[in-house]
């Protein structure tokens, strides 16, 4: 399958989506282990191909350095999905997010923070770097 634009668009809404259920089930002020247990329990359910705590390789100058990076989600091999329960996302979360995407050469990035009211509103960020400029529409 040739991964487009609108591909990605569309698995963007649907994880986005599993994150609003999760939250509608149990709402704000918990720990982010949590989040990430009950998100990826409703990313099974919805047969959302993921792995979680996925190893971010770290090469500087042909040195290979384990920083022990680790992305919270992988969407179908495609789309970095990192996890938050604090007070607001900060511009370091995407700067961390964008690092991700590079160096594991991933065209697109969610945040979602389920510490907020509405996720649709106010809790998530979606990211895309020049590898998404460069996928077809689709």
């Known amino acids: 399958m040739e991964i487009t634009r609108k591909y990605l668009d569309?698995?963007?809404y649907a994880v986005i989506g599993c994150a609003i259920e999760v939250h509608k089930h149990i709402g704000p002020g918990l720990l982010e282990s949590v989040y990430e247990k009950c998100f990826l329990r409703e990313l099974a359910l919805k047969r959302i191909?993921?792995?979680d705590?996925?190893?971010v390789p770290l090469q500087y100058k042909g040195l290979k350095l384990d920083?022990?990076?680790r992305l919270d989600v992988l969407i179908e091999d495609i789309l970095c999905v990192?996890?938050?329960a604090q007070d607001k996302l900060q511009p370091i979360h995407d700067a961390i997010l964008f690092s991700y995407m590079k160096m594991l050469?991933?065209?697109k990035g969610i945040l979602i923070n389920f510490n907020?009211?509405?996720i649709f509103k106010e809790g998530q960020k979606?990211?895309?770097n020049d590898l998404f400029e460069s996928l077809p529409e689709g």
Request: glycine fraction near 0%; charged fraction near 25%.
């Open 105 to 107: 050469q991933k065209p």
């Open 82 to 84: 990192e996890l938050k």
């Open 116 to 118: 907020c009211i509405n």
């Open 67 to 69: 920083a022990e990076l």
């Open 126 to 128: 979606t990211l895309v």
């Open 10 to 12: 569309e698995l963007t």
């Open 49 to 51: 191909l993921f792995r």
């Open 53 to 55: 705590q996925v190893w």
